[in-house]
């Protein structure tokens, strides 16, 4: 593993997808019962554009990255290397 120290990640801070910009932001830590993904692919659904224009019944706080479905690789943890192929919901 690469001692990485930022990512990169769509965020929207303002309503439309104009506004969407790529930002370098730092690389969270996962808490307990979590687990650190690097995404190789993320899926920008039409509920995501709802969200981005403020019209989904969802609406979290900004800045925030859209993409509820994701595929990727989990990164090593708690000192055991763990690769496994995984695909997520954001619920």
């Known amino acids: 593993m690469t001692a990485e120290k ?3 990640a769509w965020q929207s801070g ?3 997808l ?3 910009a790529i930002r370098d932001l730092p ?3 996962p808490g307990d019962g979590e687990m650190l993904v690097r995404v190789a692919a993320a899926a ?3 509920s995501d554009l709802l969200m981005v224009d403020d019209l989904y019944q969802v609406r979290p706080q900004r ?6 479905e994701i595929a990727g690789v989990v990164h090593p943890f708690d000192d055991v290397t763990v690769v496994r192929r995984l695909a997520g919901v954001a619920p």
Do not use: C, I, S, V
């Open 18 to 20: 104009p506004n969407l």
């Open 63 to 68: 800045p925030f990255t859209p993409g509820q």
């Open 27 to 29: 690389l969270p830590e």
């Open 14 to 16: 303002d309503p439309g």
């Open 6 to 8: 930022t990512m990169r």
């Open 44 to 46: 920008l659904n039409f």
